[in-house]
């Protein structure tokens, strides 16, 4: 069929509201030029992130009629243990509030001062945990990643040359690396690298240079179900597989995972650490306990568990994630056959703009892609953001600017949330602004916080 619907029917609708562009130029000023000021209200669409803003489904809200809210020993935890348990294949499970909190914990069970973290490409709240516990984070993913226009089908893969060469350098008297390097970690999909997915050859190839040196690996699970999509859709071999039997070859490679379950276990809030060493999971507790509450609850409401478990068997649904991708690429689609500039192939879950080739005019220094998600509010309050300058940050030693070679704004699309009209409204802002964009300005900072500036950070027009 030309025209697949979605494999879902809508029950309840939140109206939205359309601004005109003299309050949206009155509300970005007031934000200090920083989407993440804006109140939701004052947003037509928004593609700021794809993080707890799933529509649950049907099944997700009644498993929050049976929330147990036990402190300790909630049964909707052991639902949710044993969901992990068959999708994922890990015994120890550890709930979280969501993503962060996970890798606070395993970062502080794990990692010391003066280590290092390698990943195909750290996002923002991983770089920053790494650094918090005074380690340093490095990326080593495949060259293709940086280039904006290469259609290598796995773009987020680890560079096995790299990482090899890398923890070659880092053997210790024992004979492993595991002193200087306390985990290797892979994220699926490569989030930082526009939503790109990682092979099942490499993250084999991965476990294989990881056991050569004595270090574990950890994947950052967030768009797990995603990525296994991507791998049975281009992977060689794999084609006539199920999701959720990709799923567990993947997990198979890892000695556990972060989990922000925000993204694909399509709940509003949530996370987890599952892990395979009983003795990792005693440690990791201790801190569990101190950060997040009981270890059978985790910062969490037992309804909120529950719909995690239900969610994290759902996201397999091939329908579901047929349905998820095209819309993505039904975007991103559009935007190309516009000459809209944008990261190809089209990602996961989000459309990524190329904001130095959008806006070749703006110096890196002027933050090109922050500018770019301001003009899309003013042009249709269509919310996205900078994954760029601003989100990269600042050299812990000199202060200076950190400059990414790849500028972006990230469109990312809710799960379940927007209709083909919504794309096509967004697709048509896009290309307003592209229209008009030798008109568009560069921003400075007034305003920059040390940590994780692209949160709270103010500017003005340069």
Not at 211 to 234: C, L, Q, S, T
Not at 377 to 390: F, H, K, M, S
Request: hydrophobic share 40%; net charge neutral; with cysteine.
């Amino acid at each position: 069929m030309s025209h697949e619907p979605e494999p879902y029917r809508i029950k309840v609708i939140e109206p939205i509201r359309k601004t005109s562009p003299e309050e949206r130029r009155r509300i970005i000023k007031e934000a200090g030029y920083n989407l993440f000021a804006v109140p939701s209200e004052d947003v037509f669409i928004d593609l700021l992130t794809d993080s707890g803003t799933s529509a649950m489904s049907d099944r997700q809200w009644a498993g929050l009629m049976v929330g147990d809210e036990a402190y300790a020993g909630s049964r909707n935890f052991f639902n949710l243990r044993d969901a992990v348990g068959r999708v994922m294949g890990f015994p120890f499970v550890i709930p979280t509030h969501q993503g962060r909190a996970a890798e606070h914990v395993l970062f502080s069970t794990l990692v010391k001062p003066g280590q290092v973290v390698p990943n195909n490409m750290h996002f923002d709240t991983t770089k920053a945990h790494v650094e918090h516990r005074g380690a340093r984070a490095v990326n080593l993913a495949i060259d293709a990643v940086y280039d904006p226009v290469s259609h290598n089908p796995f773009k987020g893969d680890m560079d096995l040359d790299k990482l090899e060469a890398f923890l070659k350098t880092k053997v210790g008297p024992d004979g492993t690396a595991r002193a200087e390097v306390p985990m290797v970690m892979v994220t699926v999909t490569c989030n930082s690298g526009g939503g790109q997915p990682v092979s099942l050859a490499n993250l084999r190839g991965v476990r294989q240079v990881a056991d050569r040196y004595g270090v574990p690996v950890f994947i950052d699970a967030a768009r797990f179900a995603e990525n296994a999509f991507f791998i049975k859709e281009r992977e060689p071999g794999q084609q006539g597989r199920s999701i959720a039997d990709i799923v567990k070859e993947m997990f198979s490679y890892a000695d556990g995972c972060t989990m922000s379950a925000k993204k694909d276990a399509l709940v509003n809030m949530g996370g987890f650490i599952a892990m395979r060493s009983e003795e990792l999971y005693r440690l990791a507790t201790v801190w569990a306990v101190l950060f997040e509450g009981f270890i059978t609850y985790g910062g969490l409401a037992g309804r909120d568990l529950e719909a995690m478990a239900r969610g994290l068997e759902e996201v397999l649904s091939e329908d579901y994630l047929r349905d998820r991708i095209g819309q993505v690429r039904y975007l991103g689609q559009q935007l190309l056959d516009a000459g809209v500039p944008i990261i190809e192939p089209i990602g996961g879950h989000a459309v990524y703009l190329d904001a130095k080739r959008f806006l070749p005019r703006i110096p890196q220094d002027r933050f090109p892609a922050q500018a770019l998600t301001v003009e899309l509010y003013i042009e249709g309050g269509v919310r996205g953001v900078e994954i760029g300058t601003v989100l990269e940050g600042s050299d812990p030693a000199t202060g200076e600017n950190i400059y990414p070679t790849l500028e972006m704004v990230r469109l990312a699309i809710p799960r379940r949330v927007y209709t083909s009209r919504h794309m096509d409204y967004v697709a048509d802002v896009v290309k307003r602004v592209h229209a008009r964009r030798d008109s568009v300005r560069g921003l400075k900072f007034t305003y920059e916080p040390p940590v994780l500036r692209h949160f709270t950070a103010r500017f003005e027009p340069a």
